[in-house]
Nanobody, 123 residues
Framework: QVQLVESGGGLVQAGDPLRLSCAAS????????MGWFRQAPGKAREFVAT???????HYADSVKGRVTISRDNPKNTVHLQMNSLKPEDAAVYYC?????????????????WGQGTQVTVSS
């Protein structure tokens, strides 16, 4: 059974950093993209960042320069380092895995999803 389990969410103050992690089990994703999406209350799920199997990273414009995605293929994990958090970054953050694709910003590209971890940013 394939599972993606996120961790690292919590309550932080605006300007603080936060590091999210996602551990995959059940199969290796070293040949796939692993990424992050987020969903705030009342809003659609949106792309945050992804890293292709070869290491190329893509970021949403809203987080570019503040967020860094990294992955550890032997450990089947992906991380999201978020700096200078803003209240508008508050959301449930989801880990996702799927094939490398130029449509990396589309949630339909990803076949596997975690349950999400809550990030709350106080102003």
């Amino acid at each position: 059974q394939v599972q993606l389990v996120e961790s690292g969410g919590g309550l932080v103050q605006a300007g603080d950093p936060l590091r999210l992690s996602c551990a995959a089990s059940g199969r290796s994703f070293s040949s796939d993209s692993m990424g992050w999406f987020r969903q705030a209350p009342g809003k659609a799920r949106e792309f945050v960042a992804t890293m292709w199997s070869g290491g190329t990273a893509h970021y949403a414009d809203s987080v570019k320069g503040r967020v860094t995605i990294s992955r550890d293929n032997p450990k089947n994990t992906v991380h999201l380092q978020m700096n200078s958090l803003k209240p508008e970054d508050a959301a449930v953050y989801y880990c996702a895995a799927g094939p490398d694709s130029n449509n990396y910003w589309r949630s339909l590209t990803y076949a596997y999803w975690g349950q999400g971890t809550q990030v709350t940013v106080s102003s």
